[in-house]
């Protein structure tokens, strides 16, 4: 099933390439030099396919990084769960790239199938284990997942799953509260990511996290790293160099983006819940 969805982010088989197609007169249009997405989940409940299409449509850019998690192949090999609107999404990503915009798709450790398939091009999409994005005001930043920093997945995959269920617990809370919201006109607030600020350990997982991928990105030489994984947005400095994640799009629907002259900004994207509808609950970890 997990290759299924693999298929539909790439194309298929049959969109294989010897290398990217660009069309340049086309990305020189586009206001936004880079996008960073990560931890969309798509196969899950929880993914926020709607608001991650208004987002796609209203910042198209000149490179989209898709930094892991994109497909949640824990979810699907536990039940099938695609409808219309995640295949909407992947229709879009793979329309950008047909349309010019350089596409780069990091797996990352829900969708670890994927990187069988490193160094191919599927639709027009660059499937590639890390990537260096450089700025145009020439900062270098390392594109990575982030999942290899953290110990829970790397050593204890049992407590992984675990966590998998109590989280979705905490979501299927935080639908009901959300619901609530709604009702009185109120946006959308996470309590997962509300929890994960308020307990200790928690934060203390958060922090050692982000200290080891910008630690690692220093040793290699770059001047930041990009990164997913925790659901968690972040952009700050850490010892000299810059952090940034680019959250998730189950609970915070945040990107990170490059403008034109190389600025970097952390965008949180808000939607009418009376419009589209609460948060669904999902089961997905970090």
Same mark, same amino acid.
């Given at each position: 099933?997990?290759?299924?969805?693999?298929?539909?982010?790439?194309?298929?088989?049959?969109?294989?390439?010897?290398?990217?197609?660009?069309?340049?007169?086309?990305?020189?249009?586009?206001?936004?030099?880079?996008?960073?997405?990560?931890?969309?989940?798509?196969?899950?409940?929880?993914?926020?396919?709607?608001?991650?299409?208004?987002?796609?449509?209203?910042?198209?850019?000149?490179?989209?990084?898709?930094?892991?998690?994109? @497909?949640?192949?824990?979810?699907?090999?536990?039940?099938?769960?695609?409808?219309?609107?995640?295949?909407?999404?992947?229709? %879009?990503?793979?329309?950008?790239?047909?349309?010019?915009?350089?596409? =780069?798709?990091?797996? $990352?450790?829900?969708?670890?199938?994927?990187?069988?398939?490193? $160094?191919?091009?599927?639709?027009?999409?660059?499937?590639?284990?890390?990537?260096?994005?450089?700025?145009?005001?020439?900062?270098?930043?390392?594109?990575?997942?982030?999942?290899?920093?953290?110990? =829970?997945?790397?050593?204890?995959?049992?407590?992984? @799953?675990?966590?998998?269920?109590?989280?979705?617990?905490?979501?299927?809370?935080?639908?009901?509260?959300?619901?609530?919201?709604?009702?009185?006109?109120?946006?959308?607030?996470?309590?997962?990511?509300?929890? %994960?600020?308020?307990?200790?350990?928690?934060?203390?997982?958060?922090?050692?996290?982000?200290?080891? =991928?910008? $630690?690692?990105?220093?040793?290699?030489?770059?001047? $930041?790293? =990009?990164?997913?994984?925790?659901?968690?947005?972040?952009?700050?400095?850490?010892?000299?160099?810059?952090?940034?994640?680019?959250?998730?799009?189950?609970?915070?629907?945040?990107?990170?983006?490059?403008?034109?002259?190389?600025?970097?900004?952390?965008?949180?994207?808000?939607?009418?819940?009376?419009?589209?509808?609460?948060?669904?609950?999902?089961?997905?970890?970090?």
């Amino acid at each position: 099933m997990t290759a299924m969805a693999f298929d539909a982010l790439g194309g298929g088989y049959a969109g294989m390439a010897a290398g990217s197609r660009f069309t340049t007169a086309t990305v020189r249009r586009a206001p936004y030099r880079a996008v960073f997405i990560s931890d969309l989940h798509l196969g899950t409940p929880g993914c926020q396919a709607e608001a991650l299409l208004e987002f796609l449509k209203e910042h198209p850019s000149e490179y989209l990084y898709l930094v892991g998690d994109i @497909v949640d192949g824990w979810q699907l090999r536990r039940r099938w769960y695609w409808p219309q609107s995640h295949n909407d999404v992947v229709q %879009k990503i793979m329309r950008k790239a047909r349309k010019g915009c350089r596409v =780069v798709f990091i797996p $990352g450790n829900h969708d670890q199938f994927a990187r069988e398939f490193v $160094g191919l091009h599927f639709g027009g999409i660059e499937v590639q284990e890390e990537a260096v994005h450089v700025t145009a005001a020439g900062q270098r930043l390392w594109v990575v997942h982030g999942d290899r920093f953290d110990a =829970v997945v790397q050593c204890a995959r049992w407590l992984a @799953v675990l966590g998998d269920n109590l989280y979705g617990i905490t979501l299927q809370l935080n639908r009901q509260l959300n619901r609530l919201r709604g009702r009185f006109g109120r946006p959308y607030w996470s309590l997962s990511a509300y929890l %994960k600020h308020k307990v200790k350990k928690a934060v203390n997982y958060v922090s050692d996290f982000e200290a080891a =991928v910008a $630690g690692e990105a220093r040793r290699r030489g770059h001047d $930041g790293v =990009v990164c997913g994984h925790i659901h968690r947005a972040e952009m700050r400095m850490i010892d000299g160099t810059l952090y940034c994640n680019d959250g998730d799009w189950v609970e915070s629907r945040s990107a990170l983006l490059e403008h034109p002259d190389g600025r970097l900004e952390l965008r949180h994207w808000q939607t009418n819940p009376m419009t589209h509808g609460e948060p669904a609950a999902a089961r997905v970890p970090a």
